[in-house]
């Protein structure tokens, strides 16, 4: 028997295929953008609130340490490994109010101005509005944040925000999105940016200090943030594994009943004349068609939507958020291929054993 054009053979079913394409592009799309929700908050808390905790560490001294106590620790302390610059000035961590969700903690740093440059380097930041702060009380803030709390260039902010005081913004920077830089000399305050892979040991030897009080909090700050993201995984995972159940589910019922319904058709391919195995052949090519229509343009939605998120809310609001996320495209895919499994196989095997006369009779009856 000659072979049945498949070009063709879809093009006259495809009314009676587009309902499988057009559900399993939503169903991965939704799936999509609900994924990369989970994802965002992942990479704004690890993005924003990791940067500071694994490169700098800020102290002070108590007050009833001597000057030449002070001395010592100081050339004790610069005698660790791995630091690349020293200077006066604290770094506080705050929370964020609104943002809270999205920066669990916002950094502080009270500088001499002749530091700034150093500090708005080192986070990735470049200055896009204004100058850098002058005066006391002048701060930088990034465009992030500018656009979450509706402030510019000489605006003021302060306790509404959940700072410590008021602060004037006299510049607006890209990059590090969670970290205030203000102008504000602590004399009995000291800043360490230390190497990554140093930084754990820099703060063991702050521990031997008991006359050292640690402003960064990184130790508590890690554990509030292993809580945060244990909670954000359980959430995720509950939420990913009742939208791929739904979503295999319900594509491949659709998918099962599609084919079923189309058995009397391959008897009758059978009666005259093709094999189970081009019958088998056939369903499986018609198959991967849907299942790569729907892959692909479900994908694309997803972003599509990712992407509106991002311009539409995030932008404005100040929120970091990942356009495009590898990972939720890989887990897609798998559940394609999930999808393909649950309906191929078993109507292979149905037809496996399928005797087209029974089934044409059956038809009839």
């Keep these: 028997m000659k072979p049945l054009n498949l070009r063709n053979y879809i093009l006259i079913r495809m009314k009676q295929v587009s309902p499988q394409i057009i559900l399993l592009i939503i169903k991965i799309a939704l799936f999509t953008f609900l994924c990369s929700i989970g994802f965002a908050v992942s990479y704004g808390l690890d993005k924003s609130s990791n940067m500071i905790l694994d490169n700098y560490a800020s102290f002070s001294f108590k007050n009833d340490v001597q000057e030449d106590r002070r001395n010592e620790l100081l050339n004790e302390i610069r005698m660790s490994e791995g630091i690349e610059k020293e200077f006066r000035g604290s770094i506080t961590s705050e929370g964020m109010g609104k943002l809270i969700i999205f920066n669990s903690f916002a950094w502080i740093f009270e500088i001499d101005n002749e530091n700034i440059s150093y500090v708005l380097n080192s986070i990735d930041g470049k ?151 081009f019958i088998l052949t056939r369903m499986l090519k018609e198959l991967s068609i849907i299942i790569l229509i729907g892959l692909i343009g479900g994908t694309l939605l997803g972003q599509l939507i990712m992407t509106l998120f991002y311009y539409l809310y995030c932008v404005d609001n100040g929120i970091p958020y990942r356009i495009f996320e590898p990972g939720v495209i890989y887990f897609s895919i798998f559940l394609s291929v999930i999808i393909f499994l649950l309906t191929y196989l078993p109507i292979k095997k149905y037809i496996a054993k399928m005797e087209w006369l029974d089934v044409i009779q059956q038809n009839n009856a």
């Design 127 to 277: 200055l896009i509005d204004g100058i850098y702060p002058q005066r006391e009380n002048e701060i930088l803030i990034s465009n992030e944040l500018s656009k979450g709390m509706n402030k510019s260039v000489g605006d003021t902010i302060g306790q509404e925000q959940m700072l410590p005081k008021r602060y004037i913004i006299t510049g607006i920077y890209e990059g590090g999105s969670n970290t205030f830089i203000s102008y504000n000399p602590t004399p009995n305050d000291y800043i360490f940016k230390i190497e990554k892979k140093n930084i754990d040991q820099f703060y063991q030897n702050f521990k031997t200090y008991d006359e050292i009080i640690i402003n960064t909090y990184r130790d508590e700050i890690y554990n509030i943030m292993d809580n945060i993201f244990y909670l954000l995984k359980i959430v995720g995972i509950i939420i990913l594994i009742i939208t791929a159940f739904e979503v295999t589910i319900s594509v491949s019922n659709l998918n099962k009943v599609y084919f079923t319904e189309r058995l009397g058709e391959f008897a009758i391919l059978q009666a005259i004349g093709y094999s189970r195995r």
